[in-house]
Nanobody, 127 residues
Framework: QVQLVESGGGLVQAGGSLRLSCAAS????????MGWFRQAPGKEREFVAA????????YYSDSMKGRFTISRDNAKNTVYLQMNSLKPEDTAVYYC????????????????????WGQGTQVTVSS
């Protein structure tokens, strides 16, 4: 069982930055693929970024690539999402997710592929 707790959300002006954190319980954090998803009001949950359990690989949604950076600190059981150049359309609840790693070469990007989820943290970008 893995428990995930997100933090770092808030209100920011367009063009600003935020760093989200997701702290995970358990001793095998390094064995998990970690992902960030978001859900805006009235919209489906969408993939943002993921970090693989091995080889330090990362994967991004095309719309977030270049503005968002995912990273993980296995010693702290924490995954981060650095968000720069924020836009009003980035307003959403951001969720951290985890699934036990498998292939060294595949990073899951669909919500159904993840087993554990945090409660979410609200990010609001004002224009």
């Amino acid at each position: 069982q893995v428990q995930l707790v997100e933090s770092g959300g808030g209100l920011v002006q367009a063009g600003g930055s935020l760093r989200l954190s997701c702290a995970a319980s358990g001793r095998t954090f390094s064995s998990y693929n970690m992902g960030w998803f978001r859900q805006a009001p009235g919209k489906e949950r969408e993939f943002v970024a993921a970090a693989s359990w091995s080889r330090s690989n990362t994967y991004y949604s095309d719309s977030m690539k270049g503005r968002f950076t995912i990273s993980r600190d296995n010693a702290k059981n924490t995954v981060y999402l650095q968000m720069n150049s924020l836009k009003p359309e980035d307003t959403a609840v951001y969720y951290c997710a985890a699934v036990l790693g498998g292939s060294h070469y595949y990073i899951p990007s669909e919500s159904y592929e993840y087993k554990y989820w945090g409660q979410g943290t609200q990010v609001t970008v004002s224009s």
